[in-house]
Structures are given as structure tokens and as C-alpha cells.
């Protein structure tokens, strides 16, 4: 996803050009003494660390269109009907017409907000700390995760890439470290080529990713495929015989039971991602003498899927 479909980025200009966003301070010494304590503080603050976020990272399109509609419809025009042999009067036959397909998709609403003191930002600074600026870096990681959450699992009645309904689901034999090497690698190529053979290799539909759980792509990446060919490994085969996929972990495909692994193709002509409005930030909102507030929120209608054929899953790997 581009970062100018999941950001308005004018919100966020907006926000550093606030005359109340206390710029008067900015992170960047080799370290701060506190004459409290007199303690040299390392600038590098730890900080929580996740899971990559892999549907963030897939290359599926977001479409910002729909603004503040409360649902986005999804029209698809197909061909129908054939040509008939000249000279044959039947009704039916020679007409050629098109098809929709429709759907919608509901638009939730999300927002956030954060609240600090002068005091609080007065203290930050003896760290070197931006405080104002640090709340809207925590806005951004937790709105990056609650995309990479809907987009694979859905939000409220929409569904995500892993759970969509009418997509075709083959059921592992086993999990994966109960195979072995060669079951392992079938079972993933298997699933590719029926996913390529359920949409005859059209080049915009035929499966150019495959995310599955981390335990899996671990598993894969570990398993030597023939111990007297080599050390070459499962996922090292895979790559070399299906180049035009890569091949991700994700954490959340374990999330859902059985787990999914899926073989997709990200081209907007299988799926868009709606964001009808990408993450935007609020002005710094003086609520009292010593008190500031300042507020986010984005609109999502989730994983819009226009070809079901285009995603095939696998189970309980």
C-alpha cells in the first residue's frame, strides 16, 4: 500500500504547523543529564516491538474513494451470450448482453485521541523526549496493526482476505510438523497450482503470494527437502520453482481456527483494500490553561474481494 492511500498526509503537515504542538524542544542530543538525578539517559528509548505486519507490507491496493458514504457499492460488468450460425432464426441464440454484480460494503468509523499537560511535556524535555509527537507515533503503529488486523481477518460483517466467504478452502492432511519434507512442499505447491488451475493461469488472477503462519513459513524455511540432494530447504524449493511468488508469514493466520494459508494474487483486478478515509490527524486542541488534546481517526470498509477465484486457502497446515 502506498503511504499517500493510508495517510492524509495534509492532516498530518497541518498538525507539525500548529502553533500549539510545542516545537520549542525536538529529540536528536547524544544523551540528556537530569540535574534530579544525575543520570546520563540513553537516548535510544526501547520500545515494544510486533510482528511484521504482513498484510500492510502484501502490495494489495487501498482505494480511498467513498469519502464519508456509510456504505461503498462494488459494481462488476461481465459479458454474456455467444453468436449464433448465420441463418439460424432462434431467439435465443446470437444475443450478447451484459451482467452486474453488485455488493456493498458497510464503512465503520474509527478514531482515537490522546491527552497530555504542560507539566508532562515540561518533564519529557529534560529526557529529550517530543511528547506531542510521540503520541502521534503511537496513533500511527496502532492504526498500521488495526489494518493489517482487518485486512485479514475483517471488522464487524465485512470479511478480511483469510475468512471470505465463497472462496474455495482444501483441508490440510495433517499439520506441518507432522510431514514431511516432500508432503510439506506438496502441500504448498498443491495448493498454488489449484489455485492457478481454478482460473486457467489468467496472468491478473493467478496466485503471485502465498502468506501462511509463521510457525509454517519457520517450519519451511528449517526443513531440509533431501538430506542426500543437499542443504537446499522447502521454502528454498518452493521459491525456486514458483519465482513469480513470495512467500510471507503472518502471525494472524494462526489466529483463526483451523489456520489458513492462502495463495492469492494482489492485482486490483482480484481485490482492493476500501479506506475511504486514510488515517488523519487533528490540530492540537488546547482544553485548558495547562491541558492539550489532540484527536485521529480513519473510515475502513475492509477487503473488498472481486474474484473469488482469485484467493484459494488451505487449512489446518
Known amino acids: 500500500m502506498k503511504i499517500g492511500q493510508l495517510y492524509n498526509l495534509e492532516s498530518f503537515k497541518g498538525f507539525l504547523d500548529s502553533p500549539r504542538r510545542q516545537q520549542n524542544f525536538a529529540d536528536g542530543y547524544a544523551g540528556t543529564v537530569l540535574a534530579r538525578w544525575l543520570t546520563h539517559v540513553d537516548p535510544n528509548i526501547l520500545e515494544k516491538k510486533y510482528p511484521e505486519l504482513t498484510f500492510v507490507n502484501s502490495g494489495i491496493q487501498a482505494d ?27 431467439s435465443e441464440k446470437g444475443k450478447i448482453s451484459m451482467a452486474g454484480e453488485e455488493k456493498d ?3 465503520i468509523s474509527r478514531e482515537a485521541e490522546s491527552a497530555w499537560s504542560n507539566d508532562e511535556v515540561r518533564e519529557a524535555e529534560l529526557q529529550n523526549i517530543n511528547l506531542p509527537a510521540r503520541y502521534v507515533e503511537h496513533h500511527n503503529r496502532v492504526y498500521q496493526r488495526e489494518i493489517d488486523e482487518i485486512g485479514y481477518l475483517g471488522i464487524e460483517q465485512n470479511d478480511g482476505l483469510a475468512n471470505y466467504t465463497g472462496v474455495t478452502s482444501t483441508s ?6 507432522n510431514l514431511t519434507a516432500l508432503e510439506q512442499y ?20 493467478s496466485a503471485n503470494r502465498v502468506d501462511m503462519p509463521v510457525r509454517v513459513m519457520n517450519q519451511l524455511s528449517h526443513t531440509i527437502l533431501d538430506t542426500t540432494a543437499g542443504p537446499q530447504t522447502v521454502m528454498t524449493a518452493l521459491e525456486g520453482n514458483f519465482p513469480g511468488v513470495s ?12 489456520s489458513v494459508t492462502i495463495a492469492y494474487n494482489n492485482s486490483p483486478e482480484v481485490m482492493k483494500m476500501r479506506l475511504p478515509v486514510p488515517l488523519t490527524i487533528g490540530e492540537v486542541v488546547r482544553i485548558s490553561s495547562f491541558k492539550f488534546h489532540v484527536e485521529s481517526n480513519y473510515r475502513i470498509a475492509g477487503l473488498d474481494l472481486f474474484e473469488d477465484s482469485g484467493v484459494r486457502y488451505l487449512t489446518g497446515l
Open 105 to 107: 460494503l458497510l464503512v
Open 172 to 177: 490440510a492432511n495433517n499439520t506441518v510438523d
Open 186 to 205: 506438496d502441500a504448498i505447491a498443491q495448493l498454488i497450482i489449484d489455485q492457478r488451475n481454478g482460473v486457467n493461469n489468467t496472468p491478473e488472477y
Open 247 to 258: 512467500f510471507q508469514g503472518s502471525f494472524r493466520l494462526d489466529q483463526l481456527n483451523p
Open 64 to 90: 480511498n474513494t467513498g469519502g464519508y458514504a456509510r456504505r461503498i457499492q462494488t459494481l462488476r460488468v461481465r459479458e454474456q451470450g455467444s453468436f449464433r450460425t448465420a441463418g439460424d432464426s432462434s
